[in-house]
Each structure stands twice: as structure tokens, then as C-alpha cells.
């Protein structure tokens, strides 16, 4: 039985990427700050019914000794290291705490293994954000990077110390440039999840408006569920790499929404406002991936349509607010 260790492991994609594990036979550990709130923490994993099968460890990635100490003691095969300060509008708000967490807790995950483990294979969730103001109409691994918020930069920053760990000192480190990747799990602060949970309430009768900012820009949105297949994948390679994943398609904020609300039979021009605060600084206006590398040599390729997805998390998010409504208690995850 192999051991992986992931960490960010009560997010939308260590909960995926935990199930898939326990469905290949792993034993999996997830590394998690200690919180007060842990019943909240672990909603996700209790979603897709896995949190009874997972180790769980008190650790932070700012914290080298305690990184340490966990690889020592779990002595993983694989290391997935997925945590991080991942919202981009709050790393302008906090851009220190964004690049000690996202870009340095990187580096002290990579020295740990490189200390205490350095047979482990290790993946970092590197984003399309670090693209940025775009320099080419299609991304791929060649593409330069421009990063446009402090999150970027700080995803840059641990994106070429995996390079460099991989080359300077042998280690089997890996990067998935990850475009955006949703579902019923994505926190309620994203736009996407913020567009289907707004759907709900409307059709609820909870709310009559979703106030949103830029409608006009544009991403490359799969579901994460697909996305961490090819985290996986990476890691069964002989030697280690960096890899696009994304599905090549493009969609508008403006045209989710419509999908969103169609879903539950509503019209978005009725309900989405525009606010002028809720545009960012430095706004990234279009993203879109080339992932013919991993179709190549991960034989990956996204399999969940953008319809599908949003299909999922609206009814998801009905669900949630229906149940809510009938226990008096918050939705079960986001």
C-alpha cells in the first residue's frame, strides 16, 4: 500500500484527490492547520463521504519543524502539496500573509521532503493566474508568465523553486499549471461558486439580486474532479515535469451566469448587478490552456463538459439551501 500526503486536504481539491486515492488503495494523511472551527474545516471531505478513511495531522506550512517531523513520521510515497492562501481578491488584502503561505510554505514543503523524504515524489499546485497579462492567445508550458495580483506571485515564486528543487538536488517534483477547476466543493468566495449559490437563493426566494463584478472576463473552467486525476498521473511518470491542464475552451463570467440561472429556469439579466468594487485591481482578463502535453504523455484529458459542471453545483446548491431551511443549520460544504 503506498502513502500519500496531502496537504490542503479540506479544500475542494484535497477532497477529490483523497477520494481517488482511497480508490486506488492508498493510505492517504492529510496535513491541516489546527482550528476551532474543525467540524466546518472537514465539511467537505464528509461530502464525499471519505473523512473516516484519511489520517489527519496537525501541521502548517509555515512551520519547517512541524513539516519535518510529518514527513519523517508518515514517510510518504507521494506528497501532494495543495495548500495554500488561494483566494485571489484577498491577497491584495493580505499580500504578505498570501506570499509567507502560497509562496514560502512551498519552499519549507519542498525542503522537508528534501530532508526527510527525499525519495518521495512531490506535486505543487501551481495555477493559470501566474499568466497574467497574457502574452500569448493560447497558454502552454512554453508561455512567459506575467503574474497580475500578489497570489500570482507568490504561486510564481513556488512554481520555480519545484523546478529548481527538481534540478538542483534530483527530487521527482512536479508542477500542474491547473486553469480553473470547479464544483459543489469550490468555496463560497469564487465566482463560480458565488454565481450557483446565488442561483439557489434566488430560486429560493432568498435573495433577488447576485452582485458580481467584471462579466466580461473570461476563464478556462473544468471540474476538479477531472483536474486531479492528472495531479495523480504526474507523480506515475518516471521523471518528473511541469503540466498544463485545462479543458481549451473559454467561457465569459457573463455566459456562466446565463448557464447558471437557465439551469434553474431564471433569466441572469433579471438578478446580476454590476459593482464597481468587486473589480479587481489588476484585472486578468482572458485565460485559456493548451493541455496537449498531458493529453501526450499523461493520456489525460479533461471529461466533464462546462454544462455539466454547472449543472452539478446548482442543483448542489439547492440542495444545500433546501436542507438548510429544513434543519436550520449552514450548507454542508463551501
Known amino acids: 500500500m503506498r502513502t500519500a500526503l496531502i496537504t490542503g486536504i479540506t479544500g475542494q481539491d484535497g477532497a477529490y484527490l483523497a477520494a481517488l486515492l482511497l480508490e486506488k488503495e492508498y493510505r492517504v494523511v492529510g496535513m491541516a492547520r489546527r482550528s476551532a472551527s474543525a467540524d466546518m474545516v472537514s465539511a467537505r471531505l464528509r461530502w464525499l463521504g471519505v473523512l ?17 517531523r510529518i514527513v519523517q513520521q508518515v514517510e510518504p510515497d ?37 530532508l526527510a523524504r527525499p525519495q518521495a515524489r512531490f506535486y505543487q499546485a501551481s495555477s493559470s493566474e501566474m499568466y497574467g497579462l497574457i502574452q500569448e492567445r493560447v497558454q502552454t508550458e512554453r508561455t512567459p508568465f506575467y503574474p497580475r495580483s500578489p497570489y500570482a506571485v507568490a504561486k510564481l515564486y513556488a512554481h520555480w523553486m519545484t523546478v529548481n528543487y527538481r534540478e538542483s538536488f534530483g527530487l521527482h517534483a512536479s508542477s500542474g499549471i491547473l486553469f480553473n477547476h470547479e464544483s459543489p466543493l469550490r468555496g463560497i468566495e469564487f465566482v463560480t461558486r ?16 447576485l452582485p458580481l463584478g467584471n462579466l466580461d472576463a473570461t476563464r478556462d473552467w473544468g471540474h476538479a474532479r477531472d483536474y486531479v486525476q492528472a495531479m495523480w498521473l504526474m507523480l506515475q511518470q518516471d521523471a518528473a515535469d511541469d503540466y498544463v491542464v485545462a479543458t481549451g475552451r473559454t467561457t465569459s ?21 454590476t459593482r464597481s468594487d468587486l473589480i ?55
Open 78 to 114: 507521494e506528497v501532494y502539496n495543495l495548500a495554500a492562501q488561494s483566494f485571489v481578491a484577498a491577497s491584495w488584502q493580505q499580500p504578505l500573509l498570501t506570499g509567507q503561505a502560497t509562496g514560502i510554505g512551498a519552499a519549507n514543503m519542498l525542503e522537508a521532503v528534501r
Open 280 to 334: 479587481r485591481p489588476a484585472e486578468v482578463d482572458v485565460l485559456l490552456g493548451d493541455a496537449g502535453k498531458a493529453r501526450t504523455v499523461l493520456g489525460w484529458q479533461a471529461e466533464t463538459s462546462l454544462e455539466d459542471m454547472i449543472a452539478e453545483m446548482v442543483e448542489a446548491d439547492l440542495r444545500r439551501h433546501r436542507e438548510r431551511a429544513g434543519a436550520g443549520r449552514p450548507p454542508a460544504a463551501g
Open 194 to 209: 458565488k454565481v450557483t449559490d446565488g442561483v439557489a437563493r434566488i430560486k429560493l426566494g432568498l435573495a433577488n439580486q
Open 52 to 68: 473516516d478513511r484519511i489520517e489527519l495531522v496537525d501541521g502548517d506550512l509555515l512551520d519547517l519543524s512541524s513539516l519535518i
Open 253 to 273: 463570467i457573463r455566459e456562466l451566469c446565463r448557464l447558471a440561472f437557465s439551469q434553474a429556469g431564471l433569466d441572469y439579466e433579471e438578478h446580476v448587478v
